[in-house]
Protein backbone atom coordinates (compact mmCIF):
# COMPACT_ATOMS: atom_id res chain seq x y z
CA UNK A 1 0.00 0.00 0.00
CA UNK A 2 2.67 2.42 0.96
CA UNK A 3 4.93 1.79 -2.26
CA UNK A 4 1.70 1.95 -4.81
CA UNK A 5 0.82 5.48 -2.85
CA UNK A 6 4.19 6.68 -3.94
CA UNK A 7 3.98 5.47 -7.19
CA UNK A 8 0.34 7.45 -7.84
CA UNK A 9 2.12 10.46 -6.33
CA UNK A 10 4.09 10.12 -9.83
CA UNK A 11 0.73 10.25 -11.65
CA UNK A 12 -0.38 14.34 -9.94
CA UNK A 13 -1.57 16.26 -12.55
CA UNK A 14 -0.89 13.40 -15.33
CA UNK A 15 -2.86 11.55 -17.90
CA UNK A 16 -0.02 9.00 -17.91
CA UNK A 17 3.24 8.84 -16.48
CA UNK A 18 4.82 10.34 -19.21
CA UNK A 19 2.75 13.36 -19.36
CA UNK A 20 0.42 13.52 -22.85
CA UNK A 21 1.36 10.64 -24.10
CA UNK A 22 2.44 7.00 -23.16
CA UNK A 23 6.24 6.80 -21.79
CA UNK A 24 9.28 4.66 -20.45
CA UNK A 25 7.46 4.54 -17.08
CA UNK A 26 4.15 3.71 -18.40
CA UNK A 27 5.65 0.27 -19.94
CA UNK A 28 8.06 -0.73 -17.01
CA UNK A 29 4.44 0.21 -14.68
CA UNK A 30 2.30 -1.91 -17.56
CA UNK A 31 2.47 -5.23 -15.45
CA UNK A 32 0.36 -3.38 -12.78
CA UNK A 33 -2.81 -4.77 -15.18
CA UNK A 34 -1.82 -7.93 -13.67
CA UNK A 35 -3.25 -6.35 -10.50
CA UNK A 36 -6.80 -7.58 -10.68
CA UNK A 37 -5.18 -10.84 -11.74
CA UNK A 38 -3.61 -10.72 -8.37
CA UNK A 39 -6.30 -9.52 -6.52
CA UNK A 40 -8.69 -12.40 -7.71
CA UNK A 41 -6.29 -15.39 -7.31
CA UNK A 42 -5.09 -14.56 -3.92
CA UNK A 43 -8.92 -13.21 -2.79
CA UNK A 44 -7.09 -9.25 -1.60
CA UNK A 45 -7.88 -5.91 -2.51
CA UNK A 46 -4.42 -3.49 -3.88
CA UNK A 47 -5.92 -1.13 -6.38
CA UNK A 48 -9.14 0.84 -5.43
CA UNK A 49 -11.10 3.55 -6.48
CA UNK A 50 -11.01 5.72 -3.10
CA UNK A 51 -7.27 5.25 -2.08
CA UNK A 52 -5.81 5.47 -5.61
CA UNK A 53 -7.99 6.85 -7.81
CA UNK A 54 -5.23 8.34 -10.21
CA UNK A 55 -3.53 4.82 -10.43
CA UNK A 56 -7.33 3.55 -11.08
CA UNK A 57 -8.36 6.16 -14.13
CA UNK A 58 -4.63 5.66 -15.69
CA UNK A 59 -5.14 1.38 -15.72
CA UNK A 60 -8.50 2.06 -17.67
CA UNK A 61 -6.89 4.78 -19.95
CA UNK A 62 -3.77 2.36 -20.37
CA UNK A 63 -5.74 -0.83 -21.02
CA UNK A 64 -7.67 1.05 -23.62
CA UNK A 65 -5.18 1.85 -25.92
CA UNK A 66 -4.80 -0.28 -28.82
CA UNK A 67 -0.80 -1.03 -29.57
CA UNK A 68 -1.48 -2.42 -25.85
CA UNK A 69 -4.98 -3.74 -25.81
CA UNK A 70 -3.99 -6.16 -28.62
CA UNK A 71 -1.08 -7.38 -26.52
CA UNK A 72 -2.55 -8.47 -23.95
CA UNK A 73 -2.14 -12.03 -22.96
CA UNK A 74 -5.94 -14.30 -22.16
CA UNK A 75 -7.44 -13.18 -19.27
CA UNK A 76 -8.83 -16.22 -18.19
CA UNK A 77 -5.83 -18.21 -19.15
CA UNK A 78 -3.88 -15.53 -16.64
CA UNK A 79 -6.40 -16.21 -13.96
CA UNK A 80 -6.05 -20.26 -14.61
CA UNK A 81 -2.20 -20.29 -14.54
CA UNK A 82 -1.57 -18.17 -11.34
CA UNK A 83 -4.47 -20.07 -9.46
CA UNK A 84 -2.03 -23.30 -9.92
CA UNK A 85 0.77 -21.16 -8.86
CA UNK A 86 -0.78 -20.50 -5.61
CA UNK A 87 -1.43 -24.19 -4.62
CA UNK A 88 2.03 -25.09 -5.72
CA UNK A 89 3.70 -22.54 -3.27
CA UNK A 90 0.99 -23.28 -0.15
CA UNK A 91 1.90 -26.72 -1.24
CA UNK A 92 5.33 -26.33 -0.82
CA UNK A 93 4.87 -24.65 3.00
CA UNK A 94 3.15 -27.55 4.14
CA UNK A 95 5.68 -30.11 3.12
CA UNK A 96 8.26 -28.21 4.87
CA UNK A 97 6.21 -28.45 7.64
CA UNK A 98 5.40 -32.15 6.89
CA UNK A 99 8.92 -32.50 7.04
CA UNK A 100 8.96 -32.20 10.92
CA UNK A 101 6.10 -34.68 11.07
CA UNK A 102 5.14 -35.32 14.71
CA UNK A 103 2.51 -37.64 15.78
CA UNK A 104 1.49 -39.02 19.18
CA UNK A 105 -0.34 -42.31 19.94
CA UNK A 106 -2.29 -42.22 22.94
CA UNK A 107 -5.93 -42.43 24.66
CA UNK A 108 -8.37 -40.30 26.62
CA UNK A 109 -7.10 -40.97 29.62
CA UNK A 110 -3.45 -42.34 29.85
CA UNK A 111 -1.46 -40.10 32.86
CA UNK A 112 1.65 -41.15 30.72
CA UNK A 113 0.41 -39.90 27.48
CA UNK A 114 -0.14 -36.68 28.99
CA UNK A 115 3.31 -36.37 30.23
CA UNK A 116 3.71 -36.42 26.30
CA UNK A 117 1.28 -33.67 24.92
CA UNK A 118 2.54 -31.15 27.82
CA UNK A 119 6.11 -31.19 27.13
CA UNK A 120 5.23 -30.63 23.34
CA UNK A 121 2.94 -28.01 24.14
CA UNK A 122 5.16 -26.51 26.47
CA UNK A 123 7.72 -26.92 23.64
CA UNK A 124 5.41 -25.45 20.83
CA UNK A 125 5.65 -28.44 18.83
CA UNK A 126 3.08 -28.77 16.52
CA UNK A 127 1.87 -32.62 16.74
CA UNK A 128 -1.05 -34.62 15.84
CA UNK A 129 -3.01 -36.71 17.85
CA UNK A 130 -4.02 -40.59 17.01
CA UNK A 131 -6.34 -41.59 19.94
CA UNK A 132 -6.44 -45.73 20.13
CA UNK A 133 -8.67 -47.50 22.01
CA UNK A 134 -7.02 -49.82 24.16
CA UNK A 135 -9.40 -52.80 23.79
CA UNK A 136 -8.78 -52.52 20.02
CA UNK A 137 -5.47 -51.64 19.14
CA UNK A 138 -4.76 -50.52 15.93
CA UNK A 139 -2.07 -52.28 13.22
CA UNK A 140 0.07 -48.90 13.39
CA UNK A 141 0.20 -49.24 17.30
CA UNK A 142 1.53 -52.17 16.90
CA UNK A 143 3.42 -51.72 14.66
CA UNK A 144 5.10 -48.76 16.00
CA UNK A 145 5.59 -50.60 19.73
CA UNK A 146 5.64 -54.31 19.38
CA UNK A 147 7.70 -54.70 22.59
CA UNK A 148 4.90 -53.22 25.10
CA UNK A 149 2.23 -52.67 22.75
CA UNK A 150 1.43 -49.37 24.77
CA UNK A 151 0.41 -45.67 24.79
CA UNK A 152 1.97 -43.50 24.10
CA UNK A 153 4.03 -43.61 21.14
CA UNK A 154 5.21 -40.67 19.93
CA UNK A 155 6.26 -41.01 15.71
CA UNK A 156 8.82 -38.63 15.10
CA UNK A 157 9.20 -38.25 10.93
CA UNK A 158 8.27 -42.23 11.20
CA UNK A 159 10.52 -43.28 13.63
CA UNK A 160 8.54 -44.33 16.56
CA UNK A 161 9.59 -43.69 20.58
CA UNK A 162 8.38 -45.84 23.33
CA UNK A 163 8.31 -45.77 26.88
CA UNK A 164 6.84 -42.19 28.43
CA UNK A 165 10.23 -41.25 30.44
CA UNK A 166 12.23 -42.35 27.38
CA UNK A 167 10.06 -39.55 24.71
CA UNK A 168 10.16 -36.73 27.50
CA UNK A 169 13.88 -37.32 27.09
CA UNK A 170 13.75 -37.49 23.40
CA UNK A 171 11.71 -34.59 22.92
CA UNK A 172 14.41 -32.47 25.00
CA UNK A 173 17.43 -33.33 23.01
CA UNK A 174 15.08 -32.48 19.66
CA UNK A 175 13.90 -29.47 20.23
CA UNK A 176 15.89 -27.23 22.60
CA UNK A 177 13.47 -24.25 23.14
CA UNK A 178 11.76 -24.09 26.68
CA UNK A 179 14.72 -26.74 28.32
CA UNK A 180 12.57 -28.85 30.91
CA UNK A 181 15.52 -30.63 32.55
CA UNK A 182 18.52 -28.61 34.56
CA UNK A 183 21.61 -28.06 32.86
CA UNK A 184 23.25 -29.23 36.23
CA UNK A 185 24.21 -32.62 36.29
CA UNK A 186 23.40 -33.21 39.57
CA UNK A 187 19.85 -31.56 39.74
CA UNK A 188 19.42 -33.78 36.25
CA UNK A 189 20.33 -36.50 38.48
CA UNK A 190 18.23 -35.97 41.04
CA UNK A 191 15.06 -35.36 38.39
CA UNK A 192 15.48 -38.28 37.01
CA UNK A 193 15.42 -40.44 40.04
CA UNK A 194 12.49 -38.86 41.50
CA UNK A 195 10.64 -39.33 37.97
CA UNK A 196 11.88 -42.84 38.25
CA UNK A 197 10.63 -42.99 41.76
CA UNK A 198 6.89 -41.99 40.81
CA UNK A 199 7.23 -44.57 38.11
CA UNK A 200 8.83 -47.47 40.51
CA UNK A 201 7.76 -46.57 43.83
CA UNK A 202 4.73 -43.90 44.06
CA UNK A 203 2.05 -44.46 41.52
CA UNK A 204 2.14 -48.52 42.52
CA UNK A 205 1.76 -48.27 45.80
CA UNK A 206 -1.19 -45.36 45.24
CA UNK A 207 -2.33 -48.24 42.89
CA UNK A 208 -2.33 -50.86 45.66
CA UNK A 209 -4.66 -48.36 47.87
CA UNK A 210 -7.42 -48.10 45.07
CA UNK A 211 -7.28 -51.72 44.65
CA UNK A 212 -8.02 -52.60 48.45
CA UNK A 213 -10.66 -52.04 51.26
CA UNK A 214 -10.75 -51.22 55.24
CA UNK A 215 -8.20 -53.00 57.33
CA UNK A 216 -5.78 -54.02 54.29
CA UNK A 217 -6.56 -50.75 52.89
CA UNK A 218 -5.03 -49.33 56.50
CA UNK A 219 -1.91 -50.71 55.97
CA UNK A 220 -1.14 -50.33 52.64
CA UNK A 221 -1.41 -46.67 53.09
CA UNK A 222 1.13 -46.73 55.28
CA UNK A 223 4.03 -46.60 52.64
CA UNK A 224 2.16 -44.33 50.52
CA UNK A 225 2.51 -41.20 53.58
CA UNK A 226 5.99 -42.26 53.26
CA UNK A 227 6.31 -42.08 49.95
CA UNK A 228 4.42 -38.59 49.64
CA UNK A 229 6.61 -37.34 52.67
CA UNK A 230 9.55 -37.84 49.78
CA UNK A 231 7.84 -36.16 47.37
CA UNK A 232 6.56 -33.01 49.44
CA UNK A 233 10.18 -32.32 50.51
CA UNK A 234 11.29 -32.19 47.33
CA UNK A 235 9.47 -28.75 46.79
CA UNK A 236 10.42 -27.04 50.16
CA UNK A 237 11.89 -23.57 48.83
CA UNK A 238 10.54 -24.29 45.55
CA UNK A 239 7.35 -22.97 43.10
CA UNK A 240 7.69 -26.03 40.74
CA UNK A 241 9.22 -29.28 41.21
CA UNK A 242 11.53 -27.24 38.24
CA UNK A 243 11.65 -23.88 40.13
CA UNK A 244 10.28 -21.20 39.20
CA UNK A 245 8.86 -23.12 35.93
CA UNK A 246 7.24 -25.97 35.04
CA UNK A 247 9.78 -28.60 34.27
CA UNK A 248 10.35 -32.73 33.55
CA UNK A 249 9.76 -33.32 37.09
CA UNK A 250 6.31 -31.25 37.27
CA UNK A 251 5.30 -32.92 34.09
CA UNK A 252 6.00 -36.48 35.73
CA UNK A 253 4.42 -36.09 39.25
CA UNK A 254 1.65 -33.81 37.23
CA UNK A 255 -0.85 -37.22 37.39
CA UNK A 256 -1.12 -36.31 40.78
CA UNK A 257 -2.76 -33.27 39.98
CA UNK A 258 -5.78 -34.09 38.74
CA UNK A 259 -6.17 -38.49 39.60
CA UNK A 260 -5.23 -38.20 43.28
CA UNK A 261 -8.72 -36.89 43.96
CA UNK A 262 -10.06 -38.94 41.39
CA UNK A 263 -8.40 -42.07 43.42
CA UNK A 264 -9.60 -40.28 47.11
CA UNK A 265 -12.88 -40.54 45.83
CA UNK A 266 -13.68 -43.67 44.11
CA UNK A 267 -11.36 -45.37 46.67
CA UNK A 268 -12.77 -43.46 49.60
CA UNK A 269 -9.48 -42.55 51.30
CA UNK A 270 -7.78 -39.80 52.38
CA UNK A 271 -3.79 -39.42 50.46
CA UNK A 272 -3.22 -35.55 50.18
CA UNK A 273 -4.27 -33.34 52.59
CA UNK A 274 -2.66 -29.86 53.51
CA UNK A 275 -1.98 -31.08 57.03
CA UNK A 276 0.02 -33.57 56.30
CA UNK A 277 1.45 -32.16 52.49
CA UNK A 278 1.27 -28.54 52.07
CA UNK A 279 3.70 -27.94 49.38
CA UNK A 280 2.54 -30.69 47.74
CA UNK A 281 -1.14 -29.29 47.87
CA UNK A 282 -0.48 -26.27 46.62
CA UNK A 283 1.86 -27.44 43.96
CA UNK A 284 -0.76 -29.30 42.68
CA UNK A 285 -3.03 -26.19 42.39
CA UNK A 286 -0.79 -23.88 41.09
CA UNK A 287 0.20 -26.81 38.58
CA UNK A 288 -3.68 -27.45 37.57
CA UNK A 289 -4.53 -24.17 36.71
CA UNK A 290 -1.90 -23.82 34.30
CA UNK A 291 -3.30 -22.70 31.25
CA UNK A 292 -1.66 -25.66 29.13
CA UNK A 293 -1.92 -28.51 31.89
CA UNK A 294 -5.44 -27.72 32.20
CA UNK A 295 -6.79 -27.62 28.78
CA UNK A 296 -5.82 -31.54 28.48
CA UNK A 297 -7.09 -32.76 31.38
CA UNK A 298 -9.31 -35.85 30.40
CA UNK A 299 -13.16 -35.65 31.32
CA UNK A 300 -13.47 -36.24 35.34
CA UNK A 301 -16.94 -37.46 35.73
CA UNK A 302 -15.57 -39.99 32.71
CA UNK A 303 -12.13 -40.98 35.08
CA UNK A 304 -14.49 -41.54 38.04
CA UNK A 305 -16.80 -43.66 36.13
CA UNK A 306 -13.83 -45.55 34.47
CA UNK A 307 -11.87 -46.05 37.76
CA UNK A 308 -15.05 -46.90 39.62
CA UNK A 309 -15.71 -50.03 37.27
CA UNK A 310 -12.34 -50.57 38.06
CA UNK A 311 -12.50 -50.85 41.75
CA UNK A 312 -15.22 -52.66 41.55
CA UNK A 313 -14.03 -55.51 39.18
CA UNK A 314 -10.27 -55.73 41.48
CA UNK A 315 -12.46 -55.69 44.42
CA UNK A 316 -15.02 -58.69 43.26
CA UNK A 317 -12.15 -60.64 42.35
CA UNK A 318 -10.47 -60.50 45.49
CA UNK A 319 -13.49 -61.50 46.90
CA UNK A 320 -13.74 -64.68 44.68
CA UNK A 321 -9.88 -65.43 45.77
CA UNK B 1 40.28 -34.58 41.74
CA UNK B 2 41.24 -36.22 45.40
CA UNK B 3 40.21 -39.83 45.47
CA UNK B 4 37.91 -39.43 48.82
CA UNK B 5 35.99 -36.91 46.43
CA UNK B 6 34.54 -39.85 44.66
CA UNK B 7 33.31 -42.74 46.85
CA UNK B 8 30.95 -45.75 45.72
CA UNK B 9 29.05 -47.88 48.08
CA UNK B 10 29.08 -50.89 46.34
CA UNK B 11 28.82 -55.35 46.95
CA UNK B 12 31.26 -56.66 44.27
CA UNK B 13 28.22 -59.33 43.33
CA UNK B 14 25.85 -56.87 42.10
CA UNK B 15 25.46 -56.13 38.25
CA UNK B 16 24.14 -52.93 39.33
CA UNK B 17 27.45 -51.82 41.44
CA UNK B 18 29.39 -53.19 38.50
CA UNK B 19 27.93 -50.84 36.05
CA UNK B 20 29.21 -48.16 37.71
CA UNK B 21 32.42 -49.60 38.52
CA UNK B 22 33.03 -50.35 34.95
CA UNK B 23 31.98 -46.66 33.86
CA UNK B 24 34.26 -44.84 36.31
CA UNK B 25 37.09 -47.06 34.62
CA UNK B 26 36.09 -45.95 31.57
CA UNK B 27 36.16 -42.79 32.54
CA UNK B 28 39.70 -42.96 34.61
CA UNK B 29 38.30 -41.21 37.95
CA UNK B 30 40.07 -42.38 40.50
CA UNK B 31 37.50 -43.17 43.50
CA UNK B 32 37.08 -45.03 46.64
CA UNK B 33 35.33 -48.30 46.86
CA UNK B 34 33.13 -49.51 49.78
CA UNK B 35 32.08 -52.79 50.00
CA UNK B 36 28.69 -52.89 51.86
CA UNK B 37 28.44 -56.14 54.02
CA UNK B 38 25.68 -58.17 53.48
CA UNK B 39 22.59 -58.09 54.68
CA UNK B 40 23.29 -55.18 56.77
CA UNK B 41 23.08 -51.65 56.34
CA UNK B 42 26.00 -49.63 57.46
CA UNK B 43 24.68 -46.04 58.75
CA UNK B 44 25.87 -44.27 55.69
CA UNK B 45 24.21 -46.36 52.97
CA UNK B 46 21.00 -45.48 54.77
CA UNK B 47 21.88 -42.08 55.23
CA UNK B 48 22.72 -41.56 51.28
CA UNK B 49 19.88 -43.72 49.95
CA UNK B 50 17.06 -42.98 52.55
CA UNK B 51 14.69 -43.92 49.95
CA UNK B 52 15.36 -47.08 48.43
CA UNK B 53 18.68 -48.04 50.95
CA UNK B 54 20.59 -49.75 48.32
CA UNK B 55 23.49 -49.95 46.41
CA UNK B 56 24.94 -48.56 44.33
CA UNK B 57 25.23 -45.16 45.49
CA UNK B 58 28.05 -42.52 44.18
CA UNK B 59 29.06 -39.68 46.40
CA UNK B 60 30.04 -37.32 44.79
CA UNK B 61 31.97 -34.22 47.20
CA UNK B 62 29.14 -35.13 49.46
CA UNK B 63 26.11 -35.26 47.31
CA UNK B 64 24.62 -39.21 46.42
CA UNK B 65 23.49 -40.10 43.74
CA UNK B 66 21.23 -43.12 43.31
CA UNK B 67 19.77 -45.74 40.75
CA UNK B 68 22.96 -47.43 38.51
CA UNK B 69 21.48 -46.21 35.33
CA UNK B 70 20.94 -42.16 36.67
CA UNK B 71 24.80 -42.79 38.08
CA UNK B 72 26.07 -44.00 34.62
CA UNK B 73 24.13 -40.82 33.00
CA UNK B 74 25.84 -38.80 35.46
CA UNK B 75 29.38 -40.09 35.46
CA UNK B 76 29.34 -39.47 31.83
CA UNK B 77 28.12 -35.78 31.80
CA UNK B 78 30.23 -34.39 34.58
CA UNK B 79 33.52 -36.23 33.53
CA UNK B 80 32.50 -35.83 29.66
CA UNK B 81 35.81 -34.43 28.32
CA UNK B 82 37.41 -38.01 29.65
CA UNK B 83 36.58 -40.33 26.63
CA UNK B 84 33.46 -40.45 24.38
CA UNK B 85 30.49 -40.17 25.28
CA UNK B 86 28.38 -43.44 26.77
CA UNK B 87 24.91 -41.94 24.86
CA UNK B 88 24.61 -41.51 20.95
CA UNK B 89 24.82 -38.00 20.38
CA UNK B 90 21.74 -38.80 17.69
CA UNK B 91 18.62 -37.79 20.08
CA UNK B 92 16.87 -41.25 18.48
CA UNK B 93 19.97 -43.96 18.78
CA UNK B 94 19.99 -42.19 22.53
CA UNK B 95 16.28 -42.48 22.51
CA UNK B 96 16.68 -46.82 21.31
CA UNK B 97 19.45 -47.10 23.94
CA UNK B 98 17.46 -45.71 26.74
CA UNK B 99 14.67 -47.75 25.55
CA UNK B 100 16.59 -51.06 25.66
CA UNK B 101 18.08 -50.28 28.68
CA UNK B 102 14.95 -49.83 30.56
CA UNK B 103 13.36 -53.16 28.79
CA UNK B 104 16.79 -54.90 30.24
CA UNK B 105 16.21 -53.47 33.74
CA UNK B 106 11.82 -53.31 33.80
CA UNK B 107 11.03 -56.48 31.69
CA UNK B 108 13.75 -58.73 31.08
CA UNK B 109 15.90 -59.30 34.19
CA UNK B 110 13.46 -59.88 36.32
CA UNK B 111 12.50 -62.95 34.37
CA UNK B 112 16.21 -63.74 35.72
CA UNK B 113 14.63 -63.29 39.46
CA UNK B 114 12.01 -65.62 38.83
CA UNK B 115 13.36 -68.27 37.37
CA UNK B 116 15.80 -68.47 40.59
CA UNK B 117 12.55 -68.76 42.83
CA UNK B 118 10.37 -71.03 40.61
CA UNK B 119 10.11 -74.26 41.82
CA UNK B 120 7.69 -76.01 39.33
CA UNK B 121 9.70 -78.00 35.86
CA UNK B 122 6.39 -75.89 33.95
CA UNK B 123 6.68 -72.58 35.28
CA UNK B 124 10.36 -72.72 34.76
CA UNK B 125 9.97 -73.83 31.21
CA UNK B 126 7.63 -71.12 30.87
CA UNK B 127 10.15 -68.16 32.07
CA UNK B 128 13.17 -69.84 29.95
CA UNK B 129 11.49 -69.48 26.68
CA UNK B 130 10.52 -65.67 27.57
CA UNK B 131 13.83 -64.63 28.71
CA UNK B 132 15.25 -66.38 25.51
CA UNK B 133 12.09 -64.42 23.34
CA UNK B 134 13.41 -61.59 24.79
CA UNK B 135 17.04 -62.01 23.95
CA UNK B 136 16.01 -62.51 20.32
CA UNK B 137 14.72 -58.88 20.58
CA UNK B 138 18.07 -57.95 22.19
CA UNK B 139 20.10 -59.63 19.23
CA UNK B 140 18.10 -57.24 16.99
CA UNK B 141 18.61 -54.41 18.93
CA UNK B 142 22.42 -55.30 18.80
CA UNK B 143 22.07 -55.35 15.05
CA UNK B 144 20.51 -51.84 15.12
CA UNK B 145 22.28 -50.28 17.50
CA UNK B 146 25.56 -51.59 16.28
CA UNK B 147 25.53 -50.94 12.96
CA UNK B 148 28.37 -53.41 12.01
CA UNK B 149 30.62 -52.49 15.07
CA UNK B 150 31.57 -54.76 17.93
CA UNK B 151 29.41 -52.77 20.41
CA UNK B 152 25.81 -51.44 20.81
CA UNK B 153 27.45 -47.92 21.17
CA UNK B 154 29.41 -48.62 18.33
CA UNK B 155 33.29 -48.68 18.17
CA UNK B 156 33.22 -48.14 21.98
CA UNK B 157 31.36 -49.38 25.04
CA UNK B 158 28.61 -47.24 25.54
CA UNK B 159 25.52 -47.06 27.67
CA UNK B 160 23.60 -50.21 26.24
CA UNK B 161 26.27 -52.70 26.35
CA UNK B 162 27.08 -51.33 30.24
CA UNK B 163 23.37 -52.17 30.80
CA UNK B 164 23.03 -55.68 29.29
CA UNK B 165 26.63 -56.33 29.95
CA UNK B 166 27.01 -56.21 33.62
CA UNK B 167 24.53 -58.87 33.63
CA UNK B 168 26.57 -60.99 31.85
CA UNK B 169 28.02 -63.02 35.05
CA UNK B 170 24.61 -63.66 36.02
CA UNK B 171 23.41 -65.20 33.00
CA UNK B 172 26.38 -67.81 32.56
CA UNK B 173 25.76 -68.65 36.47
CA UNK B 174 22.25 -69.26 35.73
CA UNK B 175 22.94 -71.40 32.84
CA UNK B 176 25.32 -73.40 34.88
CA UNK B 177 22.85 -73.59 37.56
CA UNK B 178 19.86 -74.69 35.16
CA UNK B 179 22.17 -76.70 32.56
CA UNK B 180 20.17 -74.12 29.71
CA UNK B 181 21.76 -72.45 27.23
CA UNK B 182 20.31 -68.84 27.35
CA UNK B 183 22.75 -67.10 25.40
CA UNK B 184 22.35 -69.80 22.35
CA UNK B 185 25.14 -68.99 18.98
CA UNK B 186 22.34 -70.80 16.83
CA UNK B 187 19.73 -68.13 17.93
CA UNK B 188 21.31 -64.67 19.00
CA UNK B 189 25.12 -65.29 17.19
CA UNK B 190 25.55 -61.35 17.44
CA UNK B 191 25.15 -61.27 21.16
CA UNK B 192 27.39 -64.29 21.61
CA UNK B 193 30.24 -62.69 20.09
CA UNK B 194 29.34 -59.29 21.62
CA UNK B 195 29.35 -61.04 25.19
CA UNK B 196 32.76 -62.72 24.49
CA UNK B 197 34.03 -59.12 23.67
CA UNK B 198 32.52 -57.17 26.47
CA UNK B 199 33.80 -59.48 29.00
CA UNK B 200 37.28 -59.93 27.80
CA UNK B 201 37.62 -56.37 27.02
CA UNK B 202 40.44 -54.70 29.80
CA UNK B 203 37.79 -52.21 31.62
CA UNK B 204 35.56 -55.04 32.28
CA UNK B 205 37.16 -57.92 32.63
CA UNK B 206 38.46 -57.24 36.27
CA UNK B 207 35.17 -56.14 37.03
CA UNK B 208 32.78 -58.56 36.01
CA UNK B 209 32.85 -61.54 38.78
CA UNK B 210 33.45 -65.16 37.73
CA UNK B 211 30.10 -66.78 37.24
CA UNK B 212 31.09 -69.55 39.93
CA UNK B 213 31.57 -67.18 42.67
CA UNK B 214 28.25 -65.89 42.14
CA UNK B 215 26.83 -69.35 42.03
CA UNK B 216 28.50 -69.29 45.65
CA UNK B 217 26.92 -66.33 46.86
CA UNK B 218 23.26 -67.42 44.91
CA UNK B 219 23.44 -70.41 47.46
CA UNK B 220 24.52 -69.02 50.31
CA UNK B 221 21.24 -66.24 50.19
CA UNK B 222 19.25 -69.61 49.33
CA UNK B 223 21.09 -71.01 52.21
CA UNK B 224 20.13 -67.92 54.59
CA UNK B 225 16.32 -67.89 53.11
CA UNK B 226 15.70 -71.29 53.78
CA UNK B 227 16.85 -70.82 57.30
CA UNK B 228 14.92 -67.86 57.86
CA UNK B 229 11.49 -69.31 56.25
CA UNK B 230 12.06 -72.82 58.68
CA UNK B 231 12.62 -70.40 61.88
CA UNK B 232 9.06 -68.49 61.48
Known amino acids: ?321 | MATSDVKLLGAWPSPYVNRVQIVLKLKSVDYEYMEQSFPGKSELLLKSNPVYKKIPVLIHGDKPICESLIIVQYIDEVWNKNGPSLLPSDPYDCAMARFWAAYIDDKWFPIMGELRKAQEEEAKATLIKQAAEGLVLLEEAFLKCSKGKDYFGGESIGYLDIALGSFLGWIKAGEIMSGVKLLDETKTPGLVQWAQRFCSNDVVKDVLPEPEKLIEVLKMIQARLKAAATST
Not at chain 1, 159 to 169: A, H
Not at chain 1, 269 to 283: G, H, M, R, T, Y
Not at chain 1, 302 to 320: C, D, N, P
Request: some cysteine; overall charge negative.
Open chain 1, 1 to 321: MENLKFVKEQLKGKKFFGGGKIGYIDVAFDWLNLASIIEEVAGVKLIDEDNFPWLKAWMELFSDVPVIKQSWPDQEKLIIKYQFVLKLESNQTSMSSAQEEVKLFRNWSSAYALRIVWALKIKGIEFHTIFEDLENKSPSLLHYNPVHKKVPVLVHNGKPICESLVVLEYIEETWKQNPLLPEDPLDKATARFWAKFNDDKLLPSIAVVFTTQGKEQEEVKVPVMENLKFVDEQLKGKKYFGGEKIGFLDIVFGWLANMASVVEEVAGVQLIDEENFPLLKAWMELFSDTPVIKESWPDREKLIIKYQLRREGYLASSVAK
